[in-house]
């Protein structure tokens, strides 16, 4: 099956940056949409952002001007921009990629904004 991996968390400064990748084995992710997704503790698990395969996108409102998320179908790899990141930012971020009724779900990677 499907195996995405996240990278790129760690620890930010408030105001700072931060490209988060999600990497993709097999060959059906082009057929993908894919999103990234937090979950804050104590909170449920939001979407931020996704992205079609033609590369149509959505938009969390909370994120909306601050985040931009891109894929490279030729790299197996969808990425998210994040910038003027917030300490309500922190949260675990997951990877998230689907076909109809199949779900795909990577480990998270933490992202901590904190001075």
């Known amino acids: 099956q499907v195996q995405l991996v996240e990278s790129g968390g760690g620890l930010v400064q408030p105001g700072g940056s931060l490209r988060l990748s999600c990497a993709a084995s097999g060959s059906i992710f082009s057929f993908l949409v894919m999103g990234w997704y937090r979950q804050a503790p104590g909170k449920e698990r939001e979407l931020v952002a996704d992205i079609s395969r033609s590369g149509r996108t959505n938009y969390a409102d909370s994120v909306k001007d601050r985040s931009t998320i891109s894929r490279d179908n030729a790299k197996n790899t969808v990425y998210l921009q994040m910038t003027s990141l917030k300490p309500e930012d922190t949260a675990v971020y997951y990877c998230?990629?689907?076909?109809?009724?199949?779900?795909?779900w990577g480990r998270g990677t933490l992202v901590t904004v904190s001075s």
């Open positions: 998230k990629g689907n076909f109809g009724s199949m779900e795909f």
